[in-house]
């Protein structure tokens, strides 16, 4: 089945050490989300990329970075984890290639414990 | 980007309708109106997208009044597993090039 996932489900990384969080997927989407996710709160986007096109949000902290070397692939990385930086992120997709707003599909998410 | 406000948490029991409302009074015309679930410990999923008047799908039924300045995700007959949060999003047309934001959500919790 296409889908989108992303590894590992669960990291433990020490404060100030950084940290790669990957995601991949099938679907040949044009478009890969990623959010992050704390307790009992709404995703937030942290930034996203149409092909090769980066767009980073506003409030997005210079420590969260990004790369996309191909359609299949995302990667997040966080320079110098802090202890808030401990949250739940998700990658989603979505085609890219409509005039109407496009489903994303969110992977299963990995959780990120800074120590 | 539209604002949304939806209730902060609601909850049910088993059989029964559940209506969630979501208010965005300043949508704007090019807007549609999505909804997406999510349970604990995974990504959210999406239920079901309208413009105006009803959609339904096996899941879900969207009403969305001439105005648009609100919508309501009905569930028909909730059992446990629709206990999740759901999310109202409200975004214009494009091709991916402008990213959705997610609010605050409804948690609803269906107790047998």
């Known amino acids: 089945d296409a889908m989108v996932i992303q590894n590992p489900r669960y990291q433990v990384t020490q404060f100030g050490k950084p940290v790669t969080l990957s995601c991949s997927q099938t679907?040949?989407?044009?478009?890969m989300y990623w959010y992050q996710q704390k307790s009992s709160q709404a995703p937030k986007l942290l930034f996203h990329?149409?092909?090769?096109?980066?767009?980073n949000e506003a409030d997005t902290p210079d420590n969260f970075q990004s790369r996309r070397p191909n359609t299949s692939f995302c990667f997040l990385d966080i320079r110098s984890p802090g202890l808030g930086d401990a949250a739940m992120y998700l990658c989603?997709?979505?085609?890219?290639?409509?005039?109407?707003?496009?489903?994303?599909?969110f992977g299963p998410g990995t959780r990120l414990l800074v120590l | 980007l539209a604002k949304t406000t939806q209730p902060i948490s609601m909850d049910s029991y088993e059989g029964q309708e559940v209506n969630i409302t979501c208010s965005h009074n300043?949508?704007?015309?090019?807007?549609?109106i999505t909804w997406y679930q999510q349970f604990p410990s995974q990504g959210p999923r999406f239920i079901i997208q309208?413009?105006?008047t009803k959609v339904t799908n096996e899941v879900a039924s969207l009403f969305i009044p001439a105005d648009r300045k609100s919508s309501t995700l009905s569930l028909p007959r909730v059992s446990l597993s629709d206990t999740a949060v759901y999310y109202c999003?409200?975004?214009?047309?494009?091709?991916?090039?402008?990213?959705?934001?997610f609010g605050s959500g409804t948690r609803l919790q269906v107790q047998p």
């Open positions: 990329y149409y092909d090769k096109d980066f767009n």
């Open positions: 679907l040949n989407h044009n478009v």
């Open positions: 300043n949508i704007a015309t090019n807007d549609y």
């Open positions: 989603a997709t979505s085609r890219g290639v409509g005039d109407y707003q496009e489903t994303q599909y």
């Open positions: 999003l409200v975004g214009p047309q494009g091709t991916g090039r402008r990213a959705l934001t």
């Open positions: 309208g413009y105006k």
